[in-house]
């Protein structure tokens, strides 16, 4: 649990006569009860909000992302929590969560909410309980904080209309769900499951083809289509396939010639492809945008470093060879220092012109 029960807003888990306001021979939960708010409206689900969060209230059948421990009454120890996961599962109501006071709870939580909630039996294990763990007629107590949650109800609907009923679809509604489909893959994307968030990227960038009917549509179908594109980009370099990644990422540069994520998958890609020239141009392009970006200079420091030992280890038998006649002396004798201080970081292209020379010195 988050927080110690043992001692908690002036309550103890076990009872001490004449300790709180429910007198002598109360319990840890009945002292509880008394502050806090019926949100079933029948008493079977009971909240004390601890911490408030922001935006709107959970929809029913979103997809949520939730923390959360249960305990039995005098308990230390949750008999359920998974809180000490790294990544939690994001769950769907209705679906993935079967205890019908935890739905309820939810849907009255807000994004970045802890709150504790007391749960009936009617609404958590019922009469018989859950043997050996849950005790019959057990009430139980949740802690619960909500992550985050995607209202996947209205992507789910539109995937199960035809194709002709899906052009239909106002765009605000269609730039809707390609954005809920793109959240659902950076979830699944950090969770490092790139071959799930990449169907999802490419679920989102299927429904935003519509051609636009005018300029603004264009525009927010560009710039919702620019977002899906980096996302794949970066998603098929973390799949090891930067053939794919070259190609969104060239895809992105279509819509905004100048952005600088765009340029750097471009040059990673390039990179990995052994294409040298073409990763240069591109992480010198993303370099002028964002000169202090060290990502991009990381990458420009690795193109060198397999550049510049190749040309270095040149075995130059001839001054009169055009590649020694370009270079100082100090540097045809293997000088790294000097050749880097000489050079500054000269051009790819005039680098591997030098490197053509090498088979045949």
């Given at each position: 649990?988050?927080?110690?029960?043992?001692?908690?807003?002036?309550?103890?888990?076990?009872?001490?006569?004449?300790?709180?306001?429910?007198?002598?021979?109360?319990?840890?939960?009945?002292?509880?009860?008394?502050?806090?708010?019926?949100?079933?409206?029948?008493?079977g689900v009971?909240?004390?909000?601890?911490?408030?969060?922001?935006?709107?209230?959970?929809?029913?059948?979103?997809?949520?992302?939730?923390?959360?421990?249960?305990?039995?009454?005098?308990?230390d120890?949750?008999?359920?929590?998974?809180?000490?996961?790294?990544?939690?599962?994001?769950?769907?109501?209705?679906?993935?969560?079967?205890?019908?006071?935890?739905?309820?709870?939810?849907?009255?939580?807000?994004?970045?909410?802890?709150?504790?909630?007391?749960?009936?039996?009617?609404?958590?294990?019922?009469?018989?309980?859950?043997?050996?763990?849950?005790?019959?007629?057990?009430?139980?107590?949740?802690?619960?904080?909500?992550?985050?949650?995607?209202?996947?109800a209205?992507?789910?609907?539109?995937?199960?209309?035809?194709?002709?009923?899906?052009?239909?679809?106002?765009?605000?509604?269609?730039?809707?769900?390609?954005?809920?489909?793109?959240?659902?893959?950076?979830?699944?994307?950090?969770?490092?499951?790139?071959?799930?968030?990449?169907?999802?990227?490419?679920?989102?960038?299927?429904?935003?083809?519509?051609?636009?009917?005018?300029?603004?549509?264009?525009?927010?179908?560009?710039?919702?289509?620019?977002?899906?594109?980096?996302?794949?980009?970066?998603?098929?370099?973390?799949?090891?396939?930067?053939?794919?990644?070259?190609?969104?990422g060239?895809?992105?540069?279509?819509?905004?010639?100048?952005?600088?994520?765009?340029?750097?998958?471009?040059?990673?890609?390039?990179?990995?492809?052994?294409?040298?020239?073409?990763?240069?141009?591109?992480?010198?392009?993303?370099?002028?945008?964002?000169?202090?970006?060290?990502?991009?200079?990381?990458?420009?420091?690795?193109?060198?470093?397999?550049?510049?030992p190749?040309?270095?280890?040149?075995?130059?038998?001839?001054?009169?060879?055009?590649?020694?006649?370009?270079?100082?002396?100090?540097?045809?004798?293997?000088?790294?220092?000097?050749?880097?201080?000489?050079?500054?970081v000269?051009?790819?292209?005039?680098?591997?012109?030098?490197?053509?020379?090498?088979?045949?010195?």
């Amino acid at each position: 649990m988050a927080h110690d029960l043992k001692y908690r807003n002036g309550i103890q888990n076990h009872p001490t006569p004449g300790h709180g306001r429910g007198g002598p021979g109360t319990s840890l939960f009945q002292r509880l009860e008394q502050r806090m708010e019926d949100v079933s409206g029948d008493g079977g689900v009971l909240k004390e909000l601890v911490r408030s969060g922001s935006g709107e209230l959970v929809p029913p059948d979103a997809s949520v992302l939730v923390k959360y421990s249960g305990y039995l009454e005098y308990a230390d120890q949750p008999f359920d929590t998974n809180r000490y996961r790294r990544n939690p599962k994001l769950m769907k109501l209705g679906t993935d969560i079967t205890l019908w006071g935890m739905e309820v709870a939810l849907l009255t939580m807000r994004k970045g909410e802890l709150s504790r909630y007391l749960f009936k039996p009617s609404y958590a294990y019922g009469t018989l309980g859950c043997p050996p763990l849950i005790p019959p007629n057990a009430t139980i107590l949740f802690e619960m904080e909500l992550l985050d949650f995607l209202d996947t109800a209205l992507s789910d609907d539109f995937f199960d209309l035809s194709p002709e009923q899906q052009s239909t679809f106002p765009l605000e509604k269609v730039l809707k769900v390609a954005n809920i489909e793109r959240e659902f893959g950076n979830y699944l994307f950090r969770q490092n499951r790139f071959d799930d968030a990449k169907d999802r990227y490419k679920r989102a960038s299927s429904i935003l083809g519509r051609s636009p009917v005018n300029e603004s549509d264009q525009h927010q179908i560009g710039t919702a289509r620019l977002l899906v594109f980096l996302n794949l980009s970066l998603t098929y370099m973390k799949l090891e396939r930067p053939s794919r990644a070259l190609l969104y990422g060239e895809r992105a540069l279509e819509i905004d010639r100048s952005n600088p994520k765009a340029l750097f998958r471009c040059g990673q890609a390039c990179l990995a492809l052994t294409e040298y020239e073409r990763a240069r141009n591109f992480l010198v392009g993303a370099q002028r945008r964002e000169p202090f970006n060290q990502d991009i200079n990381k990458e420009l420091k690795k193109l060198d470093s397999i550049l510049f030992p190749a040309v270095i280890g040149i075995t130059w038998k001839s001054k009169n060879k055009c590649a020694a006649g370009c270079l100082p002396p100090r540097v045809q004798r293997g000088d790294r220092i000097e050749m880097r201080r000489t050079l500054q970081v000269p051009s790819l292209h005039r680098l591997l012109r030098i490197l053509q020379f090498k088979e045949g010195l």
